[in-house]
């Protein structure tokens, strides 16, 4: 079984910084892109940022440029600096992870349970 597990969120000032971190653990056999999404409060969950194996990034724009996404085996990170008051949201930890169950290796898409992010203004 894989678990993906947030951390680092909080509660920061217009203009700080926070660093998310995510832990996959696991029967894990491979593990492809990560990234981080986010859901505001009457939002749908939308895509901040992601990392490929090969270390490949990709930003929305509404972060480009403040965010920095990065991994280290089976963790991924997300250095937010200059936060804003609408970066207030649940960020959620994504990875595409080939994972070993029995004699088989099966890939899907994993989520952890989300870490709240609250930026006041």
């Known amino acids: 079984q894989v678990q993906l597990v947030e951390s680092g969120g909080g509660l920061v000032q217009a203009g700080g910084s926070l660093r998310l971190s995510c832990a996959a653990s696991g029967s894990i056999f491979s593990i492809n892109a990560m990234g981080w999404y986010r859901q505001a409060p009457g939002k749908q969950r939308e895509l901040v940022a992601t990392?490929?194996?090969?270390?490949s990034t990709n930003y929305s724009d509404s972060v480009k440029g403040r965010f920095t996404i990065s991994r280290d085996n089976a963790k991924v990170y997300l250095q937010m600096n200059s936060l804003k008051p609408e970066d207030t949201a649940v960020y959620y930890c994504n990875a595409d992870i080939w994972a070993v169950t029995g004699t088989e290796v099966g890939g899907m898409d994993y989520w952890g349970k989300g870490t709240l992010v609250t930026v006041s203004s």
């Open positions: 990392i490929t194996g090969r270390g």
